[in-house]
């Protein structure tokens, strides 16, 4: 089931991202504005397009955030790889999304201060 879903949502995600996707969608809300006349701008008719865009916006959340976290889990994947290479990086980096918001804040800091000793000597 995991898989099957993760199969869709990818593919989901590729299609709804294309121009054509967009292009679909743009010609099927002209498509609705022009029909307003010929519906005497209804509440039915005006129901058919939120209720639609409603449905899909629901059902897209869910598969944008599968995309994401997909993604963001692939490149901590590859940032580790990365550090595990690297021979005087912090190995305890590797899992620095584990980390509370404090160790983040102070890790930041120190990485700030580096950068500043390194601006200052880049100057002189």
Same mark, same amino acid.
């Given at each position: ?7 869709? &949502?990818?593919?989901? &995600?590729?299609?709804?991202? +294309? +121009?054509? &996707?967009?292009?679909?969608?743009? $010609? ?13 701008? +209804? ?5 058919? !397009? ?12 869910? $598969? ?13 994947? #590859?940032?580790?790889?990365?550090? #595990?290479?690297?021979?005087? &990086?912090?190995?305890? $980096? !590797? ?11 102070? $890790?930041?800091?120190?990485?700030? #201060?580096?950068?500043?000793? #390194? ?6």
């Amino acid at each position: 089931m995991h898989e099957v879903f993760r199969r869709i &949502a990818h593919k989901t &995600a590729e299609l709804v991202g +294309s +121009s054509w &996707a967009f292009m679909l969608a743009f $010609l099927l809300v002209v498509v609705w504005a022009l029909t307003g006349p010929w519906f005497d701008y +209804s509440n039915t008719w005006q129901l058919v !397009i939120n209720t639609g865009t409603t449905i899909l916006t629901f059902l897209m959340v869910f $598969l944008i955030q599968n995309t994401q976290n997909r993604d963001s889990h692939a490149v901590h994947l #590859k940032l580790d790889e990365l550090i #595990k290479a690297i021979g005087p &990086a912090r190995n305890k $980096l !590797i899992d620095i999304e584990e980390m509370e918001d404090s160790e983040l804040e102070m $890790l930041e800091a120190e990485f700030r #201060k580096f950068r500043e000793l #390194k601006d200052r000597r880049d100057r002189n």
